[in-house]
């Protein structure tokens, strides 16, 4: 059974940068795309980026140009690089196999872009 724990979260003034982590177990993990998603306060969950086994990326319009996702295969972890936050890009931030969620949700970590 895959697992996974984001962390990285935190308050951050707009403009400011934040790196997330998302640690996974299972050994699929090296052939399987993952993405990040978010979830807002009264909003449903969406997906924000996603990156291929291979390393291809694509992202949602909103993030394109401040966001940025990695992976390091050998160590099974995922990485969002968020720089220019907006206070819109408060939520809580999951990451999951894409593009469909195949995996239990983690406990997601907090980011609140706030002045």
């Known amino acids: 059974q895959v697992q996974l724990v984001e962390s990285g979260g935190g308050l951050v003034q707009p403009g400011g940068s934040l790196r997330l982590s998302c640690a996974t177990s299972g050994s699929i993990f090296s052939i399987k795309a993952m993405a990040w998603y978010r979830q807002a306060p009264g909003k449903q969950r969406e997906w924000v980026a996603q990156?291929?086994?291979?390393?291809?990326?694509i992202y949602v319009n909103s993030v394109k140009g401040r966001f940025t996702i990695s992976r390091d295969n050998a160590k099974n972890m995922v990485y969002l690089q968020m720089n220019s936050l907006k206070p819109e890009d408060t939520a809580v931030y999951y990451c999951?196999?894409?593009?469909?969620?195949?995996?239990?949700w983690g406990q997601g970590t907090q980011v609140t872009v706030s002045s």
């Open positions: 999951n196999a894409a593009p469909l969620a195949l995996y239990s």
């Open positions: 990156i291929t086994s291979s390393g291809n990326t």
